[in-house]
Nanobody, 127 residues
Framework: HVQLVESGGGSVQAGGSLRLTCTAS????????LGWFRQAPGKEREGVAV???????SYKESEEGRVTISKDNAENTFYLQMDNLKPDDTATYYC???????????????????????WGQGTQVTV
């Protein structure tokens, strides 16, 4: 059974940086797609970044250049580095993991991770 726990959220001034960490208990297979998603009050969940087993990455267009997703298979951990944060980035951020599916990475982002099976509890980011 996979459990995901986010950490690293907090309050930061506009222009600042945060690094979110997602730690998995239970085995995350190297073949899994990993992702970061966020949900602001009154809005639908949206995709921020995903990383595939081949280390290919995809980003929400508005975030590209400001966020970087990475993973450490040996530590069963993955990360979201966020720079030049803006007030619009304020949201609860969730990490998620999923076995390979028919959805492309872009589709995963567009659907807010609708096919992801494993989710963390979320961490608040306030800018």
């Amino acid at each position: 059974h996979v459990q995901l726990v986010e950490s690293g959220g907090g309050s930061v001034q506009a222009g600042g940086s945060l690094r979110l960490t997602c730690t998995a208990s239970g085995y995350i297979y190297a073949s899994y797609r990993l992702g970061w998603f966020r949900q602001a009050p009154g809005k639908e969940r949206e995709g921020v970044a995903v990383i595939d087993s081949n280390l290919g990455t995809s980003y929400k267009e508005s975030e590209e250049g400001r966020v970087t997703i990475s993973k450490d298979n040996a530590e069963n951990t993955f990360y979201l580095q966020m720079d030049n944060l803006k007030p619009d980035d304020t949201a609860t951020y969730y990490c998620a993991a999923n076995a390979p599916s028919l959805m492309t990475a872009s589709q995963c982002l567009e659907t807010g991770g609708s096919d992801f099976a494993h989710w963390g509890q979320g961490t608040q980011v306030t800018v």
